[in-house]
């Protein structure tokens, strides 16, 4: 199966390996929802193949895999239609993890570069993720009034501690060594062996090209940081996490801290929330459908699109959100976020057996 370069998604089977390359280097990768698709229907094609034995996902380009989903387009259908396009695209994305999750051949990601939102959606939940020194992970959605989805508060309550909540309300960057430490990768190979561990795994089975190229991760930077992490990010409220913060002492809190208070309030308190929700849910089809109810909730909210113009579209770093500060974010306002949509709803079925998350 190939596709011509100019797609969004090239599809190459060679051997005994079928290729995907997200193919947008000038928008970093981003995610679009006919790639999506396209994604789908590879790994649909693939699965009934025998002659395909392991499934690879690469990023066309040198800075990264994906910087996340096409969001300047969310903006617009939010501001200007019914928000019925992203509900559109986040219903078949979000399947789309949760097969990537199940696939039962080998879905072998290389995690190099910068890898954000989405892109850790289409990676992270792969059976094999190869991470490199060039790694750069994070989800930063609240930076732009939205939260962690994809499966990503899913991912981020499995972390050791109280990593994932830190790292889902400031948004920070992981290194190859803290994707490792919180569950988001699997194995360290320095980016100049990736040509030929992608070529290599075309002729061999991925369990003896993993040996052959796998490294020890130099050391994870957030062990370091889990003394104040842990003690400061299992306090009850968002307002409490920044005081605790602002009070520890170490001048790596502090800055958590003044990140925090740069962030949309609703989005911080309806992260906190949804990230404690997932650990009772159990399994990654239930927090998708948890993740949907609050994605679809963000479209009715102005701060989804009042972030993604200040980050995005204007570029003038300043936004204006609203409700304005932690305090004006009531429950009945969150709670809003996790209504059940009805007939809307994403409906991913439940796997045979269940697990709750340790927190």
Known sequence: MTGADDQPVLLETRGRAGYLTLNRPRALNALTHPMVRRIDEALTAWENDPGIETVVLTGAGERGLCAGGDIRAVHDDARDGDGAGSAAFWADEYRLNARIARYPKPYVALMDGIVMGGGVGVSAHGSVRVVTERSRIAMPETGIGFIPDVGGTYLLALAPGSLGLHLALTGAQLTAADALLCGLADHYVPSDALPALRDELAERPTHAVLER???????????????????????????????????????????????????????????????????????????????????????????????????????????????????????????????????????????????????
Do not use: M
């Open 213 to 359: 190229h796998v490294r020890p991760a130099p050391p994870a930077q957030l062990a370091d940081h889990r003394p104040w992490i842990d003690a400061c990010y299992t306090a009850d409220t968002v307002e409490e996490i920044i005081d605790r913060l602002s009070s520890h002492g170490d001048p790596a809190a502090k800055e958590a801290a003044e990140t925090l208070l740069t962030r949309s309030p609703t989005a911080l308190k309806v992260t906190l929330n949804a990230l404690r929700r997932a650990r009772h849910l159990g399994s990654l089809e239930a927090v998708l459908n948890q993740e949907y109810r609050v994605s679809c909730a963000s479209l009715t909210t102005p701060d989804l699109v009042e972030g993604i113009r200040a980050q995005i579209v204007d570029k003038d770093r300043n936004p204006r959100w609203s409700p304005p500060t932690l305090a004006d974010v009531t429950e009945a306002h969150l709670a809003r976020f996790f209504a059940p949509l009805g007939d809307d709803e994403l409906g991913l079925a439940q796997p045979g057996t269940t697990q709750e998350v340790p927190w």
